[in-house]
């Protein structure tokens, strides 16, 4: 067994993912600012609004850390339990490294004395951890599903370091050897890691104890096993969820390395409260609320539409000029303002600046928008819907912050146009 418990047990009291008996009088808030992965696991499928799943990696909305700053200052006001605000996503916290840290340092500086975590797969982290340390966070989980390269790759359909792509074996081996020393650095920087380990029968469920091991020859502290949860539309949908003799052999075997975390209850990337404890609908108003607010305080009430003719929503991103920007009142909508999209050419940075100039819209409408375009925007607060339709049927139900859904097949930006130009990226 490890030889460091004085330093768990100053460090561990009062988080409820590391004090077991902490979960029933202390409280965490996930802070979910990182919307963007750099590994792409086999059994993951990332959703961003479904308020019915309790996994991680899902999430109501996404907020920007200035929003999560207000949101945590009146959670933390409403529920003085609440010792721990941490950052698990709902993509990887340190693949979206600057709103991680913002968030962080701004929650520091307003409450000293709650602790800080961050989840991450640990990619990024070497590149990060004296940043991490600097601005409070005291407690790091690192997801280490295998370190044997052979069962690693079946894991990873890819990661991504930087502008590289990496595969199969190599993607392994890469990833292991980050973790490994990310784990190393932030235990020397006097941060608690803790490991999580995704067990997947037939995988991994035999090669626990060794990922254990290694992460306590690393520097972590404890051990978190959990059950895989077949998910629909990732690669290990098909895959069984392993029994429950199955995680027991599998506790026992790390067990001999590293203490466990029996009480984890998969939590999502948005979660407040006590571990276990259902977000209640008011909560879930509460950060929808936030995710509204412009950097003014004023709430997003207004809603922008890249359309040809101004009937219907039917142009895609990367052909709008303009957008129309409407208002609604007594579910009637009335467009208030046009207003000109940033000039092309300039790569993310031009949909940047379009999240600057639609920080008073709660939701876009486009015909078609790529990923990046449609990641950066929601990282802005924006809610961002591809459909087809009347104006003025859909206008009013994203401005009521309902759902709509795609038909149809996908829009691209012209006849001759690949998916891959610039209003793609």
């Avoid at 948005?270 to 909560?283: I, K, N, Q, T, W």
Wanted: aromatic share 4%.
């Amino acid at each position: 067994m490890p030889t460091n418990e004085p330093l768990v047990a100053r460090k561990s009291g009062g988080h409820p993912c590391f004090d077991a008996d902490a979960k029933h009088t202390q409280g965490r808030a996930h802070l979910p600012v990182a919307p963007a992965c750099n590994v792409q696991c086999n059994y993951c499928n990332r959703s961003y609004d479904c308020v019915a799943e309790s996994r991680p990696g899902v999430t109501s909305t996404v907020l920007q850390p200035w929003q999560a700053e207000r949101y945590f200052d009146e959670i933390v006001e409403a529920d003085p339990s609440i010792s721990v605000a941490g950052i698990a996503g709902p993509g990887d916290a340190l693949a979206s490294a600057d709103a991680t840290l913002s968030t962080l340092r701004r929650i520091h500086e307003k409450h000293p004395d709650t602790l800080l975590c961050v989840a991450t797969n640990g990619l990024a982290l070497p590149q990060h951890a004296e940043a991490l340390a600097a601005v409070g966070v005291s407690h790091v989980t690192v997801t280490v599903n295998a370190i044997d390269p052979e069962i690693g790759k079946q894991f990873y359909a890819w990661i991504r370091d930087g502008k590289n792509i990496h595969r199969g074996r190599e993607a392994a081996e890469l990833l292991w050897s980050r973790q490994k020393e990310g784990i190393a650095r932030m235990a020397a920087l006097g941060v608690l890691v803790k490991v999580n380990t995704i067990v997947v029968p037939g995988l991994n469920d035999q090669h626990v104890g060794e990922v254990a091991a290694a992460c306590l020859a690393a520097g972590a502290t404890m051990h978190n096993c959990m059950a895989m949860i077949p998910v629909e539309g990732s690669a290990f949908a098909h895959v069984p969820a392993p029994t429950a003799q199955q995680m027991t052999l599998a506790r026992e075997a790390a067990s001999t390395y590293l203490p466990q975390m029996e009480h984890c209850s998969r939590c999502r990337a948005d979660a407040v409260g006590r571990l276990g404890e259902a977000m209640s609908p008011e909560r879930y108003a509460t950060l929808d609320r936030h995710a509204r607010l412009s950097p003014s305080g004023a709430e997003r009430k207004l809603v922008a539409v890249a359309s040809m003719e101004g009937a219907f929503v039917n142009q895609h991103l990367g052909e709008a000029d303009e957008l129309l920007i409407y208002s609604v009142a007594g579910g009637v909508c009335t467009q208030v303002d046009t207003r000109r999209a940033p000039p092309t050419g300039t790569g993310n940075v031009r949909w940047e600046e379009l999240g600057d100039l639609l920080t008073d819209c709660i939701a876009l409408l486009v015909a078609g928008i790529g990923p990046s375009p449609s990641r950066i925007l929601k990282a802005r607060g924006l809610r961002v819907f591809e459909t087809e339709g009347l104006v003025n049927d859909l206008v009013p139900m994203a401005a009521a912050g309902g759902e709509i859904r795609r038909l149809g097949k996908p829009f691209r930006c012209g006849d001759g146009c690949s998916g891959k130009g610039q209003g793609c990226a």
